[in-house]
């Protein structure tokens, strides 16, 4: 699967690792969004080819961030908000980069996305763990190799 996953906001550079004990994950998923022609031919009867293209990709990811004891759980949220949402005085196009290595491989993939939406209560009842949501989009389309800066088809 994923050996080591690390999120990097755009414009401070600060950078957090995720998919641990602190920020588990339960989903790390990203779909190609494709464009074309989605114009029938009308001049002949039948199925015509339509060149089609990725346009964008979008990332959902979802997971939770834990603290022991509860008196970490604020400094632990601060940190992971610093890094996923954008700053104020944001400057960088895109909020977020991911850096992945998967499981078997010494490459480091990475995109570089803009956030989309997101979803990150409090829980009052349980102030060691909350939920988090968060989608993005991927203008790029593509995960990249870092050291070459190639498109990578996974």
Request: glycine share 4%; aromatic share 12%; hydrophobic share 40%.
């Amino acid at each position: 699967m994923i050996d080591t996953l690390t999120a990097t906001n755009m414009d401070t550079l600060d950078s957090l690792t995720i998919n641990d004990l602190t920020y588990p994950l339960v989903k790390f998923a990203w779909d190609y969004q494709m464009k074309g022609e989605a114009e029938p031919n009308m001049q002949k009867p039948g199925r015509h080819d339509a060149l089609k293209l990725v346009d964008f990709m979008t990332l959902e990811i979802e997971g939770s961030m834990m603290a022991d004891p509860s008196e970490n759980y604020w400094d632990i949220r601060s940190a992971f908000m610093d890094i996923f949402l954008p700053h104020i005085d944001a400057i960088a196009l895109n909020h977020v980069r991911f850096d992945m290595v998967l499981s078997g491989s010494t490459t480091t993939l990475y995109v570089e996305c803009t956030l989309a939406d997101m979803d990150a209560p409090v829980e009052a009842l349980s102030p060691t763990r909350s939920e988090f949501r968060f989608s993005y989009e991927i203008p790029f389309g593509y995960w990249r190799d870092d050291s070459t800066q190639a498109v990578v088809y996974i």
